[in-house]
């Protein structure tokens, strides 16, 4: 009687500000199953940021289509309801032994929640009973176990190989190798320290040579003024 009447009915929840119960009938449950589906994909867009953004807007359709006064508390409370009675549904029908019951919306809440683990758990076979109306092919579980068992010793023997090779390895080999790595750090400390001093020694002819050049024009300069004073001297030129 209990999880009948939560299928129609809420319960007020006071962190989402309704205080209001709500009876959702047939056809509101289904418009609201059917926005759900929809807006749900759309959570962390642009578009809708929130599960309370994407009730608020559940709840603007659904005002719109039932001329009904239908809050996003009711929503968020209708889908939490929906929600656990699919769950009973479920464990219900899985259980072994126990009558089947039918839910009028399991379609499309399976629809919407696909293999979920919390609503799909897996299945634990007991010792003493195993309900045979879940296993397709019997044979295909006895496949799987030899496979899985195969697979094992597989592993088993690769981690042994591995094993052995790291035995194989001799200490000797090892400071070889380390001798070789720092004999190439050597020869490359070598290299870069030739290359700046053949760097430094082109800069500092760059600089003779224009210091060269520096001094071969003053020289030239020189020159001229000394032909200059020789052609035009001083004393003729006060005397004029």
Not at 173 to 191: A, E, F, G, V
Not at 218 to 235: A, G, H, Q, S, Y
Request: glycine residues 2%; hydrophobic residues 30%; contains cysteine.
């Amino acid at each position: 009687m209990e999880d009948e009447l939560l299928e129609f009915i809420i319960l007020p929840d006071a962190t989402n500000g309704d205080n209001d119960s709500y009876r959702w009938t047939h056809g509101d449950t289904l418009i609201f199953l059917s926005l759900y589906e929809t807006y749900r994909k759309k959570v962390g867009s642009l578009q809708i940021k929130s599960l309370k953004k994407m009730y608020e807007e559940i709840s603007k359709e659904l005002r719109l289509k039932t001329k009904k006064n239908i809050s996003p508390g009711h929503c968020e409370n209708r889908w939490k309801v929906l929600e656990r009675a699919y769950k009973k549904y479920i464990l219900n029908n899985n259980k072994t032994g126990s009558g089947r019951k039918d839910f009028e919306y399991a379609d499309v809440m399976s629809n919407i929640l696909g293999k979920k683990k919390n609503i799909h758990p897996e299945i634990v076979l007991s010792s003493e009973t195993v309900d045979t109306t879940l296993i397709d092919n019997p044979e295909d579980i006895n496949q799987n176990i030899a496979t899985s068992s195969n697979d094992v010793k597989d592993q088993n023997s690769s981690n042994t190989s591995n094993v052995k090779v790291s035995k194989v390895t001799h200490p000797s080999r090892t400071k070889y190798n380390n001798r070789t790595l720092k004999c190439q750090l050597l020869k490359d400390i070598r290299l870069d320290r030739q290359r700046y001093y053949d760097k430094r020694h082109k800069q500092e002819n760059q600089k003779i040579e224009e210091k060269l050049k520096k001094n071969n024009l003053l020289k030239e300069r020189n020159d001229i003024l000394r032909e200059l004073v020789n052609r035009f001297p001083i004393t003729n030129l006060f005397q004029d």
